[in-house]
């Protein structure tokens, strides 16, 4: 196996890196200090979107750095899983990067859900608009009311009547919803089947966001905060209607849809959260060097540097199994390489969250505040320890996995 990048993926690394350093380092601070002054607070319908945003990613779609986790040639770079391992890296570093270069979640993942399942009807009516920027899109699979660790738990129905289907259900944690761009929503509910398993009893539909019964309660603080103008909502669907050919590739094919959507996002995620932990790390090697108590560089005190050196190992380590994960979906699929994606699903989050928080101690209370992005990198880092299936969910299957081999059953 070979790690290095391909030609075209290192050129379009220097190329978004260069972005990058001339675009969006030098105005993100003060991008987030407007976005906590004006919109810190938990009234949605009051979200703005900054104009900045949306001239970088004018920018960035003009220097092509624009789609590029979609891996068809045409309507984005066409790089493989492994290729655009790095690039997601590298916008791991930035709080907004990601979304600059029309590559953050859950709107890249609801992308792929609609390149791969999708009907051409509904590649025209909702991908084409995504993939031009003009819209966001929202993730509904979350519930209140059940342990959603266990997805076949869900209880949100869609049930046909005809040539429509019925909606019903509340769904939480929808990532995206308090965007003012935001349009349509992924629901995915049960649409019950006495012909198909327990894995067929779930449907993924599409939902323009201002059907009749769609209501949207309120924004869910994380640990405090709102996440604006993104935010994390919960919505109700309340007998909701919408036509049968809302319903992506059929009905019973949920979870295969969800895998398909997962795979590749569990790889994005994780090789954002390493290219966090990178940003972490250099951060607190220039604090911990440029301030000095009892005489003494930061640094230079306690075990600050078996810190920075734990730091050093634990990214390089989270890197080459993201990296391992990557080249072996490309290689065999997304099922076949369940235990590696399972491993780094388990391993990132928790290696950023170490970073950060080690970050966050050296620059003692200003670590704390959002006058640094430690803050919300450890937000991240620690809901990412639970989005996309948690901790436990994943060692599980590693664990299943890892029986399986020695012949004992499931």
Request: hydrophobic share 45%; glycine share 10%; charged share 25%.
């Amino acid at each position: 196996m070979n790690f290095e990048p391909s030609a075209r993926s290192a050129a379009l690394v220097d190329r978004a890196r260069a972005f990058i350093a001339e675009h969006i380092d030098p105005v993100e601070p003060d991008y987030w200090r407007r976005v906590v002054a004006y919109q810190s607070h938990g009234d949605w319908r009051q979200w703005t979107n900054d104009p900045l945003l949306e001239d970088l990613k004018a920018r960035a779609r003009e220097a092509g750095l624009w789609n590029l986790f979609l891996p068809d040639a045409e309507l984005g770079a066409g790089l493989s899983t492994l290729e655009y391992a790095p690039i997601a890296e590298l916008t791991g570093r930035s709080l907004i990067a990601a979304e600059v270069f029309n590559c953050s979640a859950p709107d890249s993942g609801n992308m792929e859900v609609l390149y791969r399942y999708g009907s051409p009807a509904q590649k025209e009516q909702w991908l084409r608009p995504l993939l031009d920027g003009e819209i966001r899109s929202v993730f509904c699979m979350t519930e209140p009311d059940v342990a959603s660790s266990d997805a076949t738990n869900m209880e949100a129905t869609a049930l046909v009547d005809g040539d429509e289907l019925v909606l019903n259900g509340r769904k939480w944690w929808s990532s995206g919803l308090g965007d003012p761009r935001a349009k349509v929503a992924i629901f995915m509910a049960r649409t019950p089947s006495t012909e198909r398993g327990r894995h067929g009893q779930h449907s993924m539909v599409l939902v323009p966001l201002d059907t009749p019964g769609v209501t949207i309660t309120r924004m869910l603080p994380v640990l405090g905060t709102f996440d604006a103008p993104h935010g994390h909502g919960e919505v109700a669907f309340d007998g909701v209607r919408v036509p049968l050919d809302n319903v992506i590739a059929g009905l019973g094919r949920g979870f295969e849809i969800a895998q398909g959507r997962l795979g590749p996002g569990r790889i994005h995620h994780c090789m954002r959260c390493v290219g966090a932990a990178e940003r972490a790390l250099e951060l607190m090697i220039d604090r911990g060097m440029t301030r000095t108590a009892f005489g003494k560089p930061l640094l230079n005190l306690g075990g600050n540097r078996e810190r920075v050196a734990d730091a050093r190992v634990a990214i390089d380590q989270a890197r080459l199994l993201t990296l391992f994960a990557a080249w072996k979906m490309d290689q065999v699929g997304a099922l076949a390489a369940l235990t590696e994606i399972s491993a780094i699903k388990v391993v990132a989050p928790n290696m950023l969250q170490r970073v950060v928080d080690d970050a966050i101690q050296i620059f003692g209370g200003a670590g704390l505040s959002s006058d640094t992005p430690l803050a919300a990198m450890l937000i991240a880092a620690r809901s990412l320890r639970l989005a996309d299936g948690p901790d436990e969910v994943h060692k599980g299957m590693i664990a299943r996995l890892e029986l399986m081999k020695r012949g004992f059953a499931k």
